[in-house]
């Protein structure tokens, strides 16, 4: 009795303690991580330096420090120097960093590196290629290849550089806006703008001609994607009549065939049910398309990063104008890395979900707003790691 | 102990190279400089005895012998000039035995570092055991490679490359002089 | 040239669901198409039967109101991300000098990624003059930042506290939480890298590498009187500090693990040898126990007990490995060819190395203990100098093809080669502590021509020069502090 009071006692004193010391009546600037930097300063390193050189002899040449003037012992920093050992360290060991991310684990990342495509690219660089005078006798292929023109946006469509009188608008006017039926159909709106200059690859400055062929280039994933064939095949017989069904869900693993074939066959089966309500019919492929490719020209992929091979899965509401409620918007699933990797991904699909929106929201059809009242958007970055 | 007495040996040794030969990274001539009156041999009253003109100087044996060859682009074969030389290298340290010699092995500037090192030492290593084949006591000779850490020349042409691209024997008094 | 634009813009959807850049999404959609009909396998009949067993189980209802739309989105761009960075503010009168330098020293680490854009500051339309004040996000987005970063700086009796926050713009979140760091006001810069590390960190979830040191050899006078001197600096060439004076030939430093010591070839004696230098305090001596006369290329293991360097002997470079605390010297390749520049693989068990074995320069991989090595390196060109990604999935290198010198990096089998640079001498790639920028040297050609470090991010978009008083070389990173 006197024990478990005890133990009351004892744990709702800590829940005080908790809310009062704790951060849980948070103000609206919150709490501050604090740290202190130790920084051993220059006179004092010179002063080491000068110390331990004394010994060697000092001919002719000057003096490899610089400013030898004593440093003052108490001015130095007593937190990295206060060892009794005889070799102060100049180079601070400083308090970490209060919030230490673990170190994330060296783990390989497949498909990191893009390669240079060897066909000739679609932007062909105006520029003749740099003349060199070595011989080329061991090249293969001394004709000069168009040279991707390098560009800091790369991205599935190339876009030629703006003429300078254009101005660059950040993004071209053109999925999100209302009146475009479908991606089938878009054009710009504004004369006067043009895209940022894009490139569809990463043009390093070893891509010239000279250098090309030496890249061993790895062929694109298409066999993958034929690997996943069966499995997305199988159900469909179950749901033949309904061509124009939802995008059935992905499954964020792919690969597991028999998982994949029950969300086909899930969401083919219920496909009757769904032509049944009252909520206007479903999405053409050419409304879904238009919301893809505007959610896609804001997503930013950062392909050397742990984070580019996280596959997330974000949920949304949407309000009857096309709007993204910012509230709703929820990590649903990842699968493929750390949880850092997966926080950053997911803030990355959040901006781009937010951002395209624009001030006008997506472009949706409104008589079907039960059909996209809700919507679960899959950010899955394996295509572009290749890029 | 070992290692540091032996490494006061080889700055000992240095050193005194260095005292007879500054300039060593210089653009020294080589062979057929113009001083070929040095081949009527015999030291002559008319002779500036340490000068080029001298058979038994390193200045002779630098300017008239030759003291250096020359290698193609990443290779350490000797070539049939170079053996030419080297045979006169070989002639001049049989006559003046008390010269110990430190044969530097250098690259041109188009390889990386570390490889250049390595290939300067198979150079300098070619040249050394070419002379011990020509009877040299290999304990008067030893080499070090500088890779392309001491060009002579510093064009970006071949005609500069195939200069750096050498190994030179540099001359020393031996211990018993 | 909009009309162009337009174009090439309105072939793109068609051709990405055609074509394939989103396959699976496109073949969700018109599957449902195929004939019935087809041969019925068992793994089929199963998945089947399992999905018709969860599609009763299920309650009808959800489905009825028909679920969320799903999208799948697989083609992103890849772009810079936006950002700004007003001046810190300043909250004590001392510290004003400071508030632009932070947040320039700042932005110049992002930038310097390659991975961020700023904003540039006469865009701004907000004026952030209170660190507390709420932060104007419809500003911010208007000038379409993505990320803002807001400080502040004080000053008090020669030490400066530095403040800050990141925001989410788009979607008015605070990323992580308010920090503060605190240092003697002549390591500003530290802290400004301190900071820009922490932005890094909460922007792709990976450590960052603007606070740490780089050791390199300092280069002056012309090219054929060349003085070296190994130096240290901060990562972006600030804060040199010399190490040796240019007496005798230094080459190719290289940092412990930890960074307390350094690893260096010298001519000090004569020959090459292997030295290592304590950093603190400055005081070297030639590693113990090194065979052979000739030794260079030295490099730490991972833990930082061992070396692996090469020796040579006669026309013939083996590569070695040493305990530092002593003991005899193993020999790990036996070939008569150059086998030089090891390297070791941040788990330590396994050595990427170069050698000639195959008649030029190629890269081999062999495990610590010894063994055939194997070879990784098959195109065209000579290869040298490989060195280990920390995060273990790439090796850059040297490569050497027509003429021209390029840093590159591989994937550990050798497979997807991509070259970052080009030039007429670039070599000595090093990693950043984080694996995601290389640093190297590229020299100038010709009677004038001076070596310079450079750095470039793994992906290649970002090549920068990097400033250092004189010429400088062989660069070698060390741990982020």
Same mark, same amino acid.
């Given at each position: 009795m006197r024990r478990s009071f005890a133990i009351s006692a004892g744990a709702h004193a800590l829940v005080i303690l908790w809310a009062l010391v704790g951060?849980?009546?948070?103000?609206?600037?919150p709490e501050f991580e604090v740290s202190a930097v130790s920084v051993i300063s220059e006179a004092d390193f010179a002063a080491l330096s000068e110390a331990a050189q004394a010994p060697t002899v000092q001919p002719d040449?000057?003096?490899?420090?610089?400013?030898?003037?004593?440093?003052?012992?108490?001015?130095?920093? =007593?937190?990295?120097?206060?060892?009794?050992?005889p070799e102060p360290t100049p180079i601070p060991t400083p308090e970490p960093e209060p919030a230490p991310e673990p170190d994330p684990a060296p783990e390989p990342i497949p498909d990191p590196a893009p390669q240079p495509v060897p066909e000739p690219q679609p932007v062909p660089d105006p520029l003749p290629p740099a003349v060199e005078e070595?011989?080329?006798?061991?090249? =293969?292929?001394t004709a000069p290849r168009p040279k991707p023109r390098p560009a800091t946006r790369v991205a599935a469509d190339p876009v030629a550089a703006p003429e300078p009188d254009v101005a660059e608008a950040e993004e071209a006017q053109t999925a999100a806006d209302p009146e475009t039926e479908s991606a089938e159909i878009v054009a710009e709106t504004q004369e006067a703008t043009a895209p940022p200059e894009t490139a569809t690859e990463i043009v390093t400055e070893a891509d010239e001609p000279a250098s090309a062929p030496a890249a061993s280039v790895r062929p694109k994933t298409r066999p993958r994607d034929v690997a996943q064939q069966p499995a997305a095949a199988t159900p469909d017989r179950t749901a033949p009549e309904t061509p124009d069904a939802p995008a059935p869900a992905q499954p964020a693993e792919a690969g597991d065939a028999v998982a994949s074939a029950i969300a086909e066959a899930l969401a083919g089966g219920s496909a009757p049910t769904q032509a049944a309500t009252p909520s206007g019919p479903p999405l053409t492929r050419g409304e879904r398309d238009a919301l893809r490719v505007a959610v896609q020209r804001c997503w930013l992929v950062d392909v050397g990063s742990e984070a580019a091979n996280v596959t997330v899965t974000v949920s949304m509401d949407m309000d009857q104008g096309g709007r993204v409620v910012s509230s709703s918007l929820r990590l649903v699933n990842s699968s493929g890395g750390t949880g850092s990797a997966a926080e950053t991904a997911f803030q990355a699909a959040r901006r781009a979900i937010l951002r395209c929106q624009g001030d006008t929201g997506y472009a949706l059809p409104p008589e079907k707003y039960e059909q996209w009242k809700r919507i679960e958007m899959t950010f899955n970055p394996d295509e572009m790691r290749l890029r | 102990m070992k290692i540091f007495s032996k490494a006061l040996i080889l700055t000992i040794a240095l050193g005194l190279a260095a005292c007879t030969n500054g300039d060593r990274f210089g653009a020294g001539g080589g062979a057929g400089d113009g001083y070929g009156a040095g081949a009527n041999g015999g030291v002559s009253g008319g002779i500036l005895p340490g000068s080029a003109n001298d058979p038994r100087s390193p200045a002779y044996f630098n300017q008239t012998v030759g003291d250096r060859v020359l290698f193609a682009v990443d290779q350490s074969t000797l070539s049939a000039q170079a053996q030419a030389t080297l045979d006169g290298q070989a002639q001049w340290l049989m006559t003046n035995n008390d010269y110990l010699a430190v044969i530097e092995g250098h690259a041109d500037e188009q390889g990386t570092r570390e490889y250049n090192i390595a290939l300067g030492a198979r150079r300098a290593n070619a040249t050394m055991e070419y002379l011990i084949s020509k009877g040299?006591?290999?304990?008067r000779l030893r080499f070090v490679s500088y890779g392309k850490e001491r060009p002579v020349e510093v064009c970006a042409e071949e005609a500069c490359y195939a200069k750096n691209r050498r190994a030179v024997t540099v001359i020393s008094m031996g211990m018993g002089s | 040239m909009s009309k162009s634009a337009a174009t090439i813009r309105a072939s793109r959807p068609a051709s990405g669901f055609v074509g394939g850049v989103s396959h699976r999404y496109a073949k969700s959609d018109e599957g449902r198409n195929v004939p019935q009909g087809k041969r019925f396998g068992m793994k089929q009949l199963m998945a089947l039967c399992l999905a018709l067993l969860a599609a009763v189980a299920l309650p009808a209802a959800t489905q009825a109101q028909g679920g969320p739309l799903r999208i799948e989105i697989t083609e992103g761009t890849i772009e810079p991300m936006a950002y700004a960075v007003p001046d810190f503010v300043a909250e004590t009168p001392g510290a004003s000098q400071y508030a632009q330098q932070l947040a320039r020293v700042v932005a110049d680490d992002l930038t310097g990624t390659g991975l961020f854009r700023e904003i540039p500051r006469e865009a701004h339309i907000s004026r952030v003059t209170s660190f507390e004040a709420p932060v104007q996000f419809t500003d911010w987005r208007t000038v379409n930042a993505l990320v803002l970063l807001t400080g502040s700086v004080a000053e008090q009796g020669g030490r400066i506290t530095v403040k800050f926050r990141v925001w989410d713009v788009f979607a008015g979140t605070e990323l992580g939480q308010g920090m503060q760091f605190a240092a003697t006001a002549d390591g500003w810069r530290r802290l400004a890298h301190k900071v820009a590390d922490q932005v890094y960190m909460r922007l792709t979830g990976e450590s960052g590498y603007f606070d740490s040191r780089v050791v390199f050899v300092s280069e002056s006078g012309p090219k054929d009187k060349r003085a070296k001197r190994l130096a240290i600096m901060d990562y972006d060439g600030a804060n040199v500090q010399y190490l040796?004076?240019?007496r005798s030939i230094v080459l190719a430093p290289r940092f412990s693990p930890n960074g307390d010591r350094v690893l260096y070839t010298s001519y000090q004696t004569g020959e090459p040898r292997v030295h290592i230098l304590n950093v603190g305090s400055v005081q070297s001596q030639i590693l113990p126990n090194a065979s052979g006369v000739m030794s260079f290329a030295p490099r730490f293991s991972p833990d930082g007990s061992k070396v692996v360097y090469s020796v040579t002997t006669g026309s013939n470079t083996d590569i070695y490995l040493m305990d530092i605390a002593g003991g005899a010297p193993r020999q790990l390749t036996f070939t008569p060819s150059i086998d030089t520049a090891p390297s070791f693989s941040p788990d330590g068990s396994r050595i990427v190395f170069e050698s000639d074995r195959s008649g030029a320069q190629q890269l081999y991989i062999m495990p610590v203990g010894g063994g055939e090595p194997t070879r990784i390196s098959f195109g065209q060109g000579r290869y040298g100098t490989p060195v280990w990604s920390p995060r273990g999935d790439l090796i850059a290198f040297t490569k050497q093809l027509s003429g021209r010198f390029h840093i590159g990096v591989m994937r550990t089998d050798g497979s997807e080669e991509r070259l970052l640079t080009a030039s007429p001498l670039d070599e000595g790639p090093t990693w950043a502590p984080n694996g995601r920028v290389i640093m190297f040297s590229r020299e100038t050609l010709g009677a004038q021509g001076t070596s310079s470090l450079y750095s470039v991010d793994v992906a290649g978009r970002k090549l920068t020069r990097v400033r250092t008083p004189d010429g400088g070389s062989d660069p070698a990173w060390g741990p982020l502090q």
């Open positions: 951060n849980v009546f948070r103000p609206d600037p040449i000057v003096a490899p420090t610089q400013a030898p003037e004593p440093a003052p012992a108490p001015t130095r920093d =007593p937190a990295p120097a206060s060892e009794s050992a070595v011989p080329q006798v061991l090249a =293969p292929e | 040299i006591a290999p304990n | 040796t004076d240019s």
